[in-house]
């Protein structure tokens, strides 16, 4: 599926949304369950939602889909899932999009759990072809009032009483979706955080350091090797960097290279190259942060100006 196709096929199910369909998962079990939510309030927040999934996506003309490889900080983005291995929670997304409309599957006892038990929520939403769209969220504290920690009040006719039921709040957000085979991730921070991506980012930048380390670019991995494991958005940028790179993709040699970094001023006063000037030395945090930049050919001059600018955020234009 084309990244173009994502946006029609999204919008093409939320301009036609006939149905919503709300599933719990069990922090006790980690089993998906039927919400069994009454449908007049479930028919409100599927209008709220799709509503707002419109306005900031599909009907959104700035909207973008990059790789999750090749995160910046852009706005207006949902980012592709391009890395081979996945967390167990797609699983959940896949059972729901599989999922035929007559399926009957166990329906959460909130009479005997209450709703301090539930994790996550999936929403599935269904366009008038019968093709759907899902989504992850994972359950905040804030999103959740249980009568067992602390004390909420509420009206009841005439005076404001202690709540004696617990209360889930479902808003607009989500971490990440799937429409078609395609998984979209909204929330790049939670999924790392609370769905453990991180994990597999580490694991992936330390394999790609490894290919740095045997070009004989870089002296001294110390401090860089230490980033790498301690700081999830230096691993990140690593991993963008490494799969992404024009300068890794085109194998520019490593002659090449420093010769470019120390032809610029704004390279040749921050990064520092060993005795015999045949690699970086990175023994400092900083020169880390600018070999990054350096290899993710963030330096760019303007044809038009001849100005030069740092670009963090950029797609690639045609030829």
């Not at 059972?95 to 599935?124: C, E, F, H, P, T």
């Not at 992404?244 to 990064?271: G, T």
């Not at 190259?273 to 045949?278: A, H, P, W």
Request: with cysteine; proline share 1%.
């Amino acid at each position: 599926m084309t990244r173009d196709s994502i946006k029609v096929d999204m919008k093409k199910i939320l301009d036609t949304c006939t149905g919503i369909k709300v599933f719990f998962i069990d922090d006790d079990n980690n089993e998906l369950y039927d919400s069994d939510i009454e449908s007049e309030g479930l028919d409100e927040f599927m209008i709220g939602f799709v509503n707002d999934l419109k306005n900031r996506f599909t009907d959104n003309e700035k909207l973008s889909i990059p790789d999750l490889s090749n995160a910046d900080d852009r706005k207006n983005a949902l980012y592709y899932f391009d890395f081979d291995q996945r967390i167990h929670e797609f699983n959940y997304l896949d059972k729901v999009n599989d999922m035929q409309a007559n399926k009957i599957i166990g329906k959460y006892q909130v009479k005997n759990k209450g709703l301090s038990s539930i994790k996550a929520v999936v929403i599935r939403l269904k366009g008038n072809d019968g093709d759907v769209i899902s989504f992850y969220q994972y359950i905040h504290r804030t999103a959740l009032w249980t009568s067992g920690k602390g004390v909420f009040f509420t009206t009841h006719r005439t005076r404001v009483v202690k709540m004696t039921d617990d209360v889930l709040r479902l808003n607009n957000n989500f971490i990440f979706a799937k429409i078609g085979q395609s998984y979209l991730i909204n929330n790049i921070n939670a999924f790392e955080k609370e769905l453990g991506f991180d994990k597999i980012i580490h694991a992936k930048a330390e394999q790609y350091c490894s290919s740095i380390e045997s070009r004989g670019l870089v002296n001294n991995l110390e401090k860089f090797n230490k980033r790498l494991s301690n700081e999830t958005h230096f691993a990140r940028k690593f991993v963008k960097v490494f799969k992404n790179s024009a300068v890794i993709e085109q194998e520019l040699s490593n002659e090449e290279i420093i010769s470019f970094a120390m032809s610029k001023p704004f390279y040749e006063n921050k990064l520092k190259l060993t005795e015999d000037g045949n690699q970086f030395d990175l023994n400092s945090i900083q020169r880390c942060s600018y070999f990054l930049q350096l290899l993710d050919d963030e330096f760019l001059k303007s044809e038009l100006t001849g100005m030069n600018y740092i670009a963090r955020a950029k797609d690639r234009a045609g030829s």
